[in-house]
């Protein structure tokens, strides 16, 4: 065993101060003991450099260096009727291998929704049901409604290293962004003008005079937060805004690619 004056001055085992062998053995058996603990850890998990394109000179590290770390959440988010949803359904048709999460809703489904491909449709007491069981990474009312991200469905999405798009509201956005700043990216999606948004919300035919309002006000509240996102694009045409949000995650992506 060390004694106190050992311990208080024992610096690098690799300096000769006259320590005993069997101080030097303790050090070395708990500094193996930590490395084991090391790449236990490191080892259980997959990394996006696993599969890094151009050699695989960063694997070892314990830290990986940010760039080479997979940005495979793609979280999307802006004012309602600006194309979001579209957006995104086109995206995923042009790109078969991208994902769409599913989140929850207590809002009614509409005409053209599928329970379980738009959104999980729950009740308000099955949704707080979740949220009591700390389903939620983020959950948000909006409008009236409860909507939900699954923590499950993240999870699963950074392990598969599998693109995955998240269709999100402002704060949640910035949440998951904050929980998991090295594998999100944030993109937020600008109108080309607020009357031709007001035009959009009218002639989806969904909504009440009053409700679009509310929605109007929000959407002002919304955009002064484009900045906290990581880039932000204006949606004025489907096909350009189609190429350029694919170029905005192929760039952010560049050196790794996608899939377990």
């Not at 599928?114 to 700390?134: A, H, Q, R």
């Not at 598969?160 to 937020?188: C, Q, R, W």
């Not at 309002?213 to 002002?220: D, V, Y």
Request: hydrophobic share 30%.
């Amino acid at each position: 065993m060390l004694d106190k004056k050992s311990e208080e001055s024992w610096t690098n085992p690799e300096e000769d101060r006259g320590w005993s062998r069997e101080s030097h053995e303790q050090y070395m058996a708990r500094r193996s003991a930590e490395e084991d603990l090391i790449n236990k850890e490191r080892f259980s998990k997959t990394k996006a450099t696993d599969n890094q394109v151009g050699g695989s000179h960063y694997k070892d590290c314990v830290i990986q260096p940010t760039e080479y770390i997979m940005k495979n959440i793609i979280a999307i988010s802006a004012p309602s009727g600006t194309g979001k949803s579209t957006l995104c359904e086109e995206l995923r048709r042009k790109k078969p291998q991208i994902k769409f999460s599913v989140s929850c809703t207590t809002r009614s489904k509409r005409d053209y929704e599928i329970e379980g491909v738009n959104y999980y449709f729950l009740t308000d007491d099955e949704f707080m049901e979740k949220v009591g069981n700390d389903e939620f990474v983020e959950y948000e009312e909006v409008h009236g409604y409860y909507y939900g991200t699954l923590k499950n469905t993240l999870r699963d999405a950074i392990i598969s290293e599998e693109l995955m798009l998240f269709d999100l509201d402002v704060n949640g956005a910035i949440s998951i962004k904050k929980k998991y700043p090295n594998n999100t990216l944030t993109v937020f999606i600008l109108p080309p003008l607020i009357e031709d948004l007001r035009i959009r919300l009218i002639n989806r035919g969904t909504d009440s005079k009053e409700i679009i309002n509310k929605r109007l006000e929000r959407t002002n509240k919304e955009m002064k937060f484009k900045d906290k996102f990581d880039t932000f694009m204006i949606n004025d045409d489907l096909s350009s805004a189609i190429e350029k949000l694919n170029e905005i995650i192929t760039n952010q992506n560049k050196g790794v690619v996608y899939g377990s």
